[in-house]
C-alpha cells in the first residue's frame, strides 16, 4: 500500500512537470538524475525522447557556468552543487551556461534545494531551471541601444556647443568690426571733414569781409551752413565713436546715451 501511495504520488508528479516550461530535475543522493521533464531536456539541448540514463550518461562536468558578469563559477558555487554540498536552500541564482558544443551563454534562474531524510541525511534534490535568455538578450539590447542613443546626445550636446561657441565668438568679432569701422569713421569726419569744413568757414570769412553787401550776406549764409555741417558732423561722430565711452569707460557711455535719448 505504501509502495501504491509512493507510486502514484511519483506519476503526479511527473504529470504536473510535463507541461511545466521550467525545467525541472530530481537528483537523488548519490547525484545521480531520477527525474527530469521535458523542459529540462530542451533547455540543455538533449534529444526530447532521452530517457534518464541518456541524461546522466552527459558529462556535466564540462559544462562551464558563469555569474551574471560573466565570471567563470568556482565549480562548488554552482547553484545544484551549492545546495547538496552546504543542505542549504538556492533561490533564483541568475547564472550564465556554455555548452561543451560552444555556443552563446544560456542565461538561467537555478533554485535548488534538499529533502532530507529523518536522521537530517540529504535523500534527494529538486532543481529548477528557467531559462531568461531571451530576456536577458532583450535588456543588453536596450542597454545598448540606451548607450547608443546617449552617446549620440552627448555628441550632438557637444557640436551643439561647438556652434554656440563659434557663434559667440563671430558675434564678438562682428562686434570689434562694427567698432572699428565706426571709429575709423569717426576720425575720418573728426581729422579730415571736420577740418576741410573748419577751413571753408575761414575762407567765406575772409571772403565776406571786403566784398559789398551782397556778397557779405551770401558769406554769412554760407558760414551758417558751415556750422550747421560742422555740428552735424561733430554730433555723427560722436555718436559713432562716443570719447567718453573711451575715456571714462562703459558706465559713463551709458549714462551719457541715456541723458542724449
Not at 30 to 38: A, D, H, K, T
Not at 99 to 117: H, R, T
Not at 150 to 155: D, I, L, Q, S
Not at 222 to 227: A, G, S
Request: proline letters at 3%; a negative charge; glycine letters at 6%.
Amino acid at each position: 500500500r505504501v509502495e501504491d501511495a509512493l507510486r502514484e504520488s511519483h506519476n503526479q508528479f511527473l504529470v504536473v512537470t510535463q507541461n511545466l516550461d521550467v525545467g525541472v530535475a530530481l537528483i537523488n543522493e548519490r547525484g545521480e538524475f531520477v527525474l527530469v521533464n521535458p523542459a529540462f531536456l530542451r533547455i540543455f539541448d538533449l534529444p526530447h525522447d532521452s530517457d534518464i540514463r541518456n541524461v546522466n550518461d552527459r558529462n556535466w562536468g564540462q559544462w562551464q557556468v558563469f555569474d551574471e558578469n560573466e565570471a567563470l563559477l568556482d565549480i562548488d558555487e554552482h547553484p545544484v552543487r551549492k545546495a547538496a554540498r552546504t543542505g542549504n536552500p538556492v533561490r533564483d541564482r541568475l547564472v550564465g551556461v556554455l555548452s561543451p558544443s560552444g555556443g552563446p551563454l544560456k542565461w538561467m534562474l537555478i533554485s535548488a534545494e534538499a529533502l532530507l531524510a529523518a536522521d537530517g541525511k540529504m535523500k534527494a534534490l529538486i532543481c529548477t531551471y528557467h531559462d531568461i535568455t531571451a530576456r536577458r538578450n532583450a535588456e543588453a539590447a536596450v542597454q545598448e541601444a540606451k548607450a547608443s542613443l546617449e552617446k549620440k546626445v552627448e555628441e550632438r550636446t557637444n557640436e551643439l556647443a561647438k556652434r554656440a561657441a563659434q557663434l559667440r565668438a563671430l558675434a564678438g568679432e562682428l562686434t570689434l568690426s562694427e567698432q572699428r569701422e565706426r571709429s575709423r569713421l569717426a576720425r575720418i569726419l573728426h581729422d579730415h571733414l571736420q577740418q576741410l569744413l573748419v577751413a571753408a568757414k575761414f575762407r567765406v570769412a575772409i571772403l565776406g569781409g571786403g566784398g559789398d553787401a551782397d556778397v557779405k550776406q551770401g558769406s554769412k549764409e554760407v558760414e551758417t551752413l558751415i556750422d550747421e555741417s560742422i555740428a552735424a558732423s561733430r554730433s555723427l561722430t560722436a555718436e559713432l565713436s562716443p570719447p567718453i565711452l573711451s575715456e571714462a569707460g562703459l558706465k559713463a557711455g551709458l549714462q551719457w546715451l541715456a541723458k542724449r535719448m
